[in-house]
């Protein structure tokens, strides 16, 4: 038995907000996106490299508030990329964890947490 890829869906509030937060200073590229109508919710995909995230403005896809971990292998290289954007919500930084990884936890403007971290799956 196998199973596939997890693709997280995060809720979303505003389209420009997230779109500042995921694509400009994330640095995540648009994949697609949908609304059934104008004026309808929008629920759009974003990747960057092999992390893909759904986010969705439609009630009842998800609660806000979620935390999700994301590996990476340049989590230093990384936040230097972020701080350099000098986003004035966000000033990331990397704590060094008890189990012996190192995490650089982001809040998204809805109150999402993504969790950056150097500790990779084998």
Same mark, same amino acid.
């Given at each position: 038995?196998?199973? =596939?890829?997890? &693709? $997280? ?5 505003? *389209?420009?907000?997230?779109? @500042?937060?995921?694509?400009?200073? !994330? ?32 009630? =009842?896809?998800? &609660? $806000? ?5 994301? *590996?990476?292998?340049?989590? @230093?290289?990384?936040?230097?990329? !972020? ?40």
């Amino acid at each position: 038995m196998s199973f =596939g890829k997890t &693709t $997280p869906i995060l809720r979303i509030f505003d *389209e420009a907000k997230a779109r @500042e937060f995921y694509l400009d200073f !994330l640095g995540f590229n648009l994949d697609w996106q949908h609304r059934f109508e104008d004026n309808f919710p929008l629920y759009m995909q974003v990747s960057r490299g092999d992390c893909v995230l759904h986010l969705s403005e439609h009630h =009842g896809d998800c &609660t $806000p508030g979620a935390a999700l971990r994301i *590996e990476t292998d340049e989590l @230093e290289t990384f936040q230097q990329q !972020l701080l350099a954007k000098q986003y004035r919500f966000s000033h990331p930084q990397i704590q060094a964890m008890p189990w012996g990884s190192q995490d650089m936890t982001i809040s998204d403007p809805f109150g999402n947490r993504l969790v950056f971290t150097n500790a990779i799956s084998v």
